[in-house]
Nanobody, 122 residues
Framework: QVQLVESGGGLVQPGGSLRLSCTVS????????MGWFRQAPGKEREFVVT????????VYADSVKGRFTISRDNAKNTVYLQMNSLKPEDTAVYFC???????????????WGQGTQVTVSS
């Protein structure tokens, strides 16, 4: 059974930074393309960023490009999301997901974490 566990969320002031982690268990993470999605209250889940199995290619949503960075350490079965210059509109529950390939579509992913709350507020 593949499980994904996110961590690193919290409360941060506008302009601050957070690093989220997503650890994969049950199978090695390099078997999967990985993605981060987020869902704000009353809104649909939206794509944030995706990374290929090797980590060689990434695709970002326009709203986070230049501020967020995804990376992966397959030796640790962990994917990271470094979030800088955070804005109040980044407030959401952030989910990591694993699937056969990197994709912007949440329908492409087979496994999901439980989510971690990120709140950007002064």
């Amino acid at each position: 059974q593949v499980q994904l566990v996110e961590s690193g969320g919290g409360l941060v002031q506008p302009g601050g930074s957070l690093r989220l982690s997503c650890t994969v268990s049950g199978r090695t993470s390099n078997s999967y393309g990985m993605g981060w999605f987020r869902q704000a209250p009353g809104k649909e889940r939206e794509f944030v960023v995706t990374i290929t199995r090797s980590g060689g290619n990434t695709v970002y949503a326009d709203s986070v490009k230049g501020r967020f960075t995804i990376s992966r350490d397959n030796a640790k079965n962990t994917v990271y999301l470094q979030m800088n210059s955070l804005k109040p509109e980044d407030t959401a529950v952030y989910f990591c997901a694993a699937g056969p390939y990197a994709s912007r579509s949440f329908n492409s992913y087979d496994y999901w974490g439980q989510g971690t709350q990120v709140t950007v507020s002064s």
